[in-house]
Structure formats: C-alpha cells, structure tokens
C-alpha cells in the first residue's frame, strides 16, 4: 500500500469576542440573505442567547422563523423533522444557536434541503451510503452555546439512528458552517453540570486528535478530494489539540466552581473551537466510538441540568467515562505524546519515563472527573457488565475506531468497556 505525503487543513472562519453575537444581522445582509431559518432547542429559546440573534436580525430588517424543535442529543428522526422545515421554508441561510445539537441539527437541515436525498444517502458508511456533497451549501452562521463539541468549526454532524440502536453521522469539508461567531457571553446560561460534560469532551478531543494515528499511515488517495475530513494526526492538529489541553486544564473547574468567572468562561469556549479546528483535520477514535453506543443504550440516566424528556448521556460524560481504559492502553504505540498531553493538563511529568505516560494520563482524567463530580463509570449511568456485548456491538461499525495509533477490536473494547464500569 502507498501511504498518503500530505494532509489537507481546511481552516475554520471564526470570530470571538464578548458580544459579538449581536454582529449577525449585519453579517447576513452582507450575505445578501432575504430569509433566514434561525434553529434551537426550546430551553434556549426562550433565553438571552437567541434573544440577541432575533433582535439583530429585527434590526437588520431580515426575515426568519424560528425553528425551536431540536432535540439534544439528536436522532434522525428530529433531523428528519427539521430538514422538513427548511425544505418548506426555501431559506437562503441559517443560522444555529445552542449546542452541538442545535448546529448539527441546522447543517443536516442545511445540506438536505439544498441538495435533497434519501435521509441515508449522506450518512456515513458502512452504515449509510456515505455519498459525498454534491455541491456547496448556503451559509450557516453557528452560535455555539456550550464550550464542548467544537460543531462551529467542523464538517461533522452526529445523531442517534434510533431503529438501529446506534450513533452515527454525516462527514464532509462542505458542511463546515460559514461563520463560527464564538461570544463568550453566550455561555453565561449554562448550568455547571452541562459546563463540566461539555468541558470534558474537549479534553477528549483534544486528546484523541493528538494520540490520533498519523497522517502518514493513511493509504495516498486516487484524489485530492478523497482525502477524508478525518486525516490522522499531523503538525498543524498538534498544536490546536495541545493548546486546547492546557486551556481546558486550566479553567474547566473554575468554570464549573464559578459560572460568572468571565475569563474562565471565555477561555474554556475558546480551547472548544481550538479543539473542533484539531480533531476536524486529525479525527477522533477509540473514546468518540464507544461514546456512541453508550449514549444509544442508555435507558433510564436523566442527569441534572438537561431537558428530563428522554433518558440520555450527555455526549462529553459518554466519551470520558472510558478515556480512563484507553489512554492507558493506547500510550505503547507513542508514549513520548501521552507524556506531553499529561503535562499539558497539569501533570507533573519530572522522573516520569514516557513508557509510565499512560497511567499518569488515565490518573490525570479521572482527577478531573472526580473534581466535577462526573458519574464514577458506565456502572453509575445504569449499565450493567451484561450490556457490554451489545456496546461492543455498536462500538465495531464505527469507522472513527480505525484512526487510533494502537488498533484494537471486539475482545479489547470488551475489556475497555469491563474497566470503565467503576473508576475510582
């Protein structure tokens, strides 16, 4: 096999400042946009964050509606509900308040109702098509909400394929929103248990972009449009992931201890879109593929600060709670990384040999999991050692597994999911 010479980084269009939010109505009209679907969840949108888009459109005397169906922790028939929104809207543009959810939500909304198709022609195989976008999209503005999924910089939409019991999504550079608009002052709302799970999923961004297999190891593409959005580690990916590690280290508990602490706040959204930009080119493995079955599987954990409608685990605790098992496991195929992103979190790394880096990480995480008082393993969610057949299941169709610098299949995610079960 001749192995890939090159990585492709397509860099995020951001902007951050406190109150920049209020700038969108006059981004759209430079756009030339004559209607907009604005798309949330119903908590957000009754508060400020959306009341300051809505007003800035009002000003700009730009059209929308408002679309306030998102359901977090999507699944693909609330994807289905508001791409059936747009396609009767015939919007010219879009703009996303809230979560991953919320902007996952509008690029599925997005890019169905521009280019339509059957609902499983985009997802990604083997479990959908994975058809590749035809063309370009229109702009999506995405107002992200949490300091967690990094959505506004990547070309990445994930949801729950309910009749399969299974989480997947929908891969392209052309789903990247337009504008990232990055306003600290957008995160004053969130309750201190969403602050934690999401802060902990861009630790494990960070992290499994950084330990991702390199760019080097991939098969070199008959195209340089068959590059994958997922592209291995590399040296522009390093350095968002390993800032974004120390940012993160740094004030995702003075955030959670205290929510009006405005530096915190505004560097914990920062190190989300430093990470979104790392694993949007790296990619993300072991964690992020076992998160998914978790979250799929779940069937009666309502955790405090989310919408108590349906059972869930929130996307960043289902991603951590095994970090713990793998970083331990994956530290043998490049140890002098696992070291580094040991001290990037605070580690004390003196008189530590690199081949000793994956306790040390797997110790660091769940220090941090226990300072903000996450569920102590797969156990403390309501799973049981017999549900691990069916997570190891919904773990091995994931393609995001095949990116992990050290390989592992059905016995290793068995014993993955067995140490996860309790922590500490």
Request: net charge negative; hydrophobic share 40%; proline share 8%.
């Amino acid at each position: 096999m001749q192995k890939d010479v090159a990585f492709q980084m397509s860099g995020s269009n951001l902007r951050f400042g406190p109150g920049v939010t209020r700038e969108i109505g006059l981004d759209l009209k430079e756009m030339s946009a004559q209607r907009v679907m604005v798309v949330t969840d119903p908590r957000l949108a009754k508060l400020p964050p959306v009341d300051v888009v809505r007003q800035s459109l009002d000003d700009s005397k730009i059209a929308y509606d408002l679309y306030d169906r998102v359901r977090v922790e999507p699944s693909d028939e609330s994807f289905q509900d508001a791409i059936k929104f747009a396609s009767a809207g015939d919007y010219d543009a879009y703009v996303a308040v809230g979560g991953g959810s919320s902007i996952d939500t509008a690029k599925a909304a997005n890019l169905y109702a521009t280019w339509p198709a059957e609902f499983m022609d985009y997802v990604n195989a083997p479990i959908g098509a994975g058809r590749p976008v035809p063309g370009p999209l229109k702009p999506l503005i995405a107002v992200p909400t949490t300091a967690g999924t990094g959505s506004e910089t990547t070309g990445i939409t994930i949801f729950d394929l309910l009749d399969r019991h299974c989480k997947t999504g929908i891969r392209h550079r052309r789903i990247r929103p337009t504008l990232g608009i990055i306003d600290p002052e957008n995160t004053r709302t969130l309750p201190p248990q969403v602050a934690a799970a999401s802060g902990l999923d861009v630790l494990c961004h960070a992290l499994e972009s950084f330990t991702a297999k390199p760019f080097t190891e991939r098969p070199y593409p008959e195209s340089p449009n068959l590059r994958p959005a997922y592209q291995g580690s590399n040296p522009i990916s390093d350095i968002w992931s390993l800032e974004a590690l120390r940012m993160t280290s740094q004030n995702i508990v003075r955030v959670y201890d205290d929510p009006d602490d405005d530096f915190a706040r505004a560097q914990m959204i920062l190190a989300s879109a430093y990470a979104g930009m790392g694993f949007g080119t790296a990619g993300v493995h072991l964690c992020h593929a076992m998160s998914y079955p978790i979250s799929s599987l779940v069937r009666d954990y309502h955790p405090a600060g989310y919408p108590e409608d349906h059972a869930m685990v929130p996307h960043g605790v289902s991603v951590v709670l095994t970090a713990p098992a793998v970083f331990l496991y994956t530290t043998s195929a490049c140890p002098e990384r696992h070291l580094l992103a040991a001290e990037n979190l605070g580690a004390n790394v003196e008189g530590v040999n690199p081949e000793d880096a994956g306790k040390l990480l797997s110790d660091t995480i769940i220090e941090f999991m226990r300072r903000l008082n996450l569920p102590n393993g797969l156990s403390a969610v309501g799973f049981k050692t017999s549900d691990i057949p069916a997570l190891v299941a919904g773990t091995l169709p994931q393609q995001i597994r095949h990116l992990v610098s050290r390989p592992a299949e059905a016995d290793q995610f068995t014993q993955f999911f067995e140490e996860s079960m309790t922590l500490w």
